[in-house]
């Protein structure tokens, strides 16, 4: 099969896109389901319609019953049946499912847990899309290439038979002409057939093409660096015409676009922005302003000269969160003004925290506080739960007070050395509360752009007004790292009326193969 | 009608009388029940995902496939073994040989059939992995699958050709006519199937491209049975069966209840969704039987023309207005089945307009695309039905 050869020949690379965050598209979610404490672990297929893998841990209960079911934020003839999450063999507490994820978009994972504290539910949003191209295994290559040349050599001897004998009286035997027929039928046959198993490569490669032209992307951005007075201000602007063009309803259908959904400010920012230098020695967390939801504007903190990735996350009113990926020069800023010390942009300049002989780490803080990295020495591996757990005290060893920093106990921002990943990390997991909230908040005549939109500003405004009381100032943030490299991690607290940053380094190992 | 065009050539020769005991009758019953099963497998997978959606190599529609093709293949399997190794003369006489195995003509097809089948397994699968499940039927691992139905079916059809084309007595002839009738209906059904997305839909039936894809698959076969097969109208038959069969499958799905299992759910069914309303394909057929039996009969490029222009005509003039109704309040039962869609159907006006109506700046018919679309589509139909003639007689003429 001369598509199948082509195809082994020509294999594709596989391209790790980003939905939500880069690189990193599984979904973790840590926080109440009602009464209980869940831990929800959604592993997505890459492709959709796919199948995700759903683990659920109900922490600290033995519950009766746990069941999961997915559903796309606009369905709006009810919801399919849940699935039972059967316990996982040789996982403690932990539950799983298997559910087909069907459309693409924004789509939710609602889990229900059941026990002797009744009933409760969590949404856990879920951006689904293709990232990835999936190589044709060699093995299974061969495999259909020796199977494609057997067929096709039936088929032609087929061909031959039915010329040479088939139309006989039985018992006669063939002619010296009816052999050279068939002899012609079987090369015309093989003619006819390597010509439709060359125009069965052009179909496979087209549509081959058309999956990659699909694949996920998020809006093409530029961001740029201008003086505005004594300031130096950072411009990102959104340039795709996928979102510049959404409006234009004659464009949108010709392209086959969907509708288009609006921005809804996620926990206080319409966009969180992390500026993240390429050698990860300097590091921003900002939060631009915007007029039109096109260019987005902040001022810069004092960061060293050089070229810095940009990841911004945003949130549509669909619930799907992306993060817009850019990469702008710096100039030497260290000698331009500090951001507002009571603001919530936080930065940080320097090298990570040194680890400590027993495998955890101590980051100080400018006003004399330190983070401790809780881990053993055991080594970070990839698609692991990662121990990702964080103390900070005061400069005497106390217990730190931590206030509620954008509405959360603390941020962390997780980035690969080679920007091939990057994610946005609350104690709640890698979900955005805004996506989350989008799909809690939805009603079923929630049809008009905007309406959901301001729901879900309401109740962000109401949930940065809550005080959220780390225990002992302690903060963990539930995690995979994704692929294996070496990675920094940018703890943020709030601490002193002041954002506070800690970078701690990680070095993340291959998974050990199985089977 | 004549039936001499349809008699076959070779049988005018002089016959080779074998003695001993013919090869068993049973395989070919069976193929022909097992291509059956294969096409109603296929027609209540399709129901099964638009209406549950949730898919497994295990599903009922699916196990009902694998026997269809497991069956087929296996007593096909035996026939060339049996004739073989314990064949009498007279089964071996009337046998082709394939790599040093002896057996009917249509076993070797059905074979070459199965093992497509079974060879579009692993790929199908990959494909759901590489590019996520192709919830649409013309995808290139299905096309393999379709490609190996379609030779079972195929290799039915040529097992009871041969008998056919053997019988001497006109009870036989009469009985074997029939069952080459069944087994043509069973693959004029896997064809409109496959070309369902484009032509069967009753929003389609004011848009070119639905004749054109019509004319390019169904004179092809309805011309070949017309010149091969032994009843009075052996075309329009074979049409005759492929109605009965959607019929049955309409209205036997409808009366299943069944809910979507997977989400995004836009249409909240309570029962299987059927398929559309047959085409209503025994009128073009009728007509190409009468062509293809009269004295036009004999002149192939000629009798070629005038049938494929003659089907599109035809079926213009039967789904045209057809088409109308099927998408009026009136279709909207039990028996038409009309505006029944797949869970994962969007909601909108477009479900009960036409598609892809050639319009003018105005928005009105524009009967010149439109024409030049009908016309278009009878070229199509006359190539088709000029492949379909070289076929037939072909056909006529096999006797393994």
Redesign the interface.
Known sequence: MTALRARLLGVAAVVALCSAHVGSPDVWYEGAAGPYRVLVYVRLPGVVPGIADVNVQVVGDTPDRVTAVVNLFDATAGTPPPDVAAPTPGAEGWYHASLWIMAPGSNSVTVAVTGARGTGEVVVPVAAVATRRLPLARSLGAVLVGVGAFLVAGLVTIAGAAVRESVLPPGASPSRRRVWAARAAMAGTATVTALLLVGGRVWWDSEDAGFDAELYRPFATAASVRQAGDRRVLDLAITDSAWLRRADTAWTRHHRRNAWSPLVSDHGKLMHLFLVRTDMEGFAHLHPATDDSVRFTDTLPPLPAGRYRVFADIVHESGFAKTLVASVELPDLTAGTAPDPAGDDGFFVGRAARAAPSGGSVATLADGATVTWERSAAPLLEGAPAPLAFTVREPDGRPAVLEPYLGMPAHAAVARDDGGVFVHLHPMGTVSPAAQATFTLRGPADTVPGVVGRKVARADSAMLGMAHMSSAGRVSFPYAFPAPGRYRIWVQVRHGGRVETAAFDAQVGAAPRTG | MSIAAALPR??Q??????PGRAAPAWPLYAVTLSSACIVVGLLWDISWHSTI???SFWTAPHLLEQLGAVVAGVSCGWLVLDTTFAGAA?AR???????GFRGP?GA??TI?GT??MI?SA??DD?W??????D?KIV??PHMVLALGMIAVELGAI?MVL?AQN?ARDRAGVRALGGTYAFAGGVLVTMLATLISEYASRPNEMHNPLFYKVAAGTFPLVLVAFARSGRLRFPAAAAAAVYMAIMLAMIWILQLFPA??????????VTHMVPPSFPLLLVVPALGIDLLVGSALGRRGWLVSAAAGLLFVALLLAMQWFFGEFLLSPAARNYFFAGDQWA??AR?GPWRYQFWGVPKDALGNLDVGALARGLGIAGLIGMASARLGLWWGN?MS????
């Open positions: 070779a049988s020769r002089e016959q080779v009388e074998a959606g949730r898919d007279a006489a009337a046998s082709v040989r394939f790599w003509l070797w097809v070459w093992f497509v060879t692993p790929f990959w759901h992995n590489a590019y996520g499940l919830v995808s290139p040529l041969a053997r809910v979507p299992r997977l989400a995004p759910i836009y249409v909240a869970y994962l909601p072909g003429r096999v006797m393994r």
